[in-house]
């Protein structure tokens, strides 16, 4: 009788060791003086320099790129998608004011395939690089017959660390203060399935339609990479009081923004204040979509608000200036979250 092997069950220890092998060079870039560990281990480690925190906290948070992974797989380009997942991870960390210390991730295919894997971990590593953080270990799958053949997910984990005394929360916004936004490098990493269903679904679009507007294919404009804040982020706190910071991801300005805002008060926003990236109204024109759930559902070209009183946004302003910040609103008295004006 023939022996039976885990390969022929469509799990390739091998393939596993090759990957591992592939990415260790991406994961040595990532290196920060905190790592304690290799790669392989059963955990990470990472020891933090503690020093001049008075009462140090840590901040975590997870997340993956949802649906924005089938545009990796109709492109077949899967490069950029881990800049996206570190991104929706360090962003969220940072919105307390936290620096980012390490990463780790997590990759789950139907075949594992080395070098694809590899060019995950490779964009990964590039995010960790931007964000200052260390990619300290992750799990990669192989789990025959749950996904479909040449698809993933992908997840990833953040850790940070704040001073207890200097956590953002947004809890000291009033009336009066300003809203402080920062440039989206295009959809980032929400509203895939709309976009998807319209552009299309309905449209009968593919990733390798050029657009004019976009000076590239469809699938180049969609597959941009997230943008990671944390430089900006720690840079405005050293410079002024920042009172919340929202990152604006899934639900857009609607679910985001009042996440921060203290009972009693709204967001009062002036669309007109930024450029809208041609690829909203791209979007908004295909799909015949209202303002309104444009708001609810995409960044529309802002990526992070910052809150902070109008002497203080003035100097968020001067220092985040080459990064193209811009006021975008104030806090007003009322209740609904969010208005926009007109």
Not at 53 to 67: A, I
Not at 155 to 161: D, E, H, K, N, T
Request: proline letters at 5%.
């Amino acid at each position: 009788m023939e022996k039976m092997t885990y390969r022929d069950s469509g799990v390739d220890i091998d393939a596993g060791a090759k990957a591992v092998e592939l990415m260790k060079g991406h994961v040595a870039k990532t290196r920060t003086p905190g790592v304690i560990s290799g790669i392989g281990g059963f955990g990470a480690a990472f020891m933090p320099d503690l020093t001049g925190y008075r009462e140090p906290v840590l901040v975590s948070g997870t997340d993956g790129v949802g649906t924005k992974l089938k545009i990796a797989f109709m492109m077949d380009r899967h490069d950029t998608i881990g800049i996206d997942c570190v991104a929706m991870c360090v962003n969220d960390i940072a919105c307390m004011g936290a620096k980012p210390l390490f990463f780790l991730d997590y990759i789950a295919t139907g075949k594992l395939e080395p070098e694809k894997v590899a060019d995950i971990v490779k964009g990964i590593s590039e995010g960790c690089r931007e964000a200052g953080c260390a990619l300290i270990g992750g799990e990669t799958a192989e789990m025959p017959g749950f996904y479909s053949p040449g698809e993933y997910d992908l997840a990833g984990f953040a850790v940070g660390i704040v001073d207890r005394e200097s956590i953002i929360d947004g809890s000291s916004i009033k009336e009066g203060d300003l809203l402080v936004g920062l440039p989206s490098s295009g959809l980032h990493s929400n509203g895939y399935s709309l976009v998807r269903k319209v552009l299309f679904e309905k449209e009968g679009m593919s990733v390798q339609t050029y657009v004019e507007d976009f000076g590239c294919s469809l699938g180049e404009e969609l597959l941009k990479p997230t943008r990671i804040y944390v430089k900006q982020v720690l840079k405005a706190v050293k410079t002024a009081d920042v009172k919340g910071i929202a990152h604006i991801t899934g639900g857009g300005f609607f679910e985001n923004i009042p996440r921060i805002i203290p009972d009693g008060l709204r967001a009062d926003i002036y669309p007109d204040r930024w450029k809208v990236p041609e690829v909203f109204k791209f979007i908004q024109h295909r799909g015949g979509i209202g303002q309104q759930e444009m708001f609810r559902t995409f960044n529309m070209g802002i990526g992070l608000v910052l809150a902070a009183d109008p002497g203080q946004a003035e100097k968020l302003l001067e220092s985040l200036q080459s990064d193209g910040a811009v006021v975008i609103g104030r806090i007003s008295p009322g209740t609904g979250g969010i208005k926009l004006w007109p």
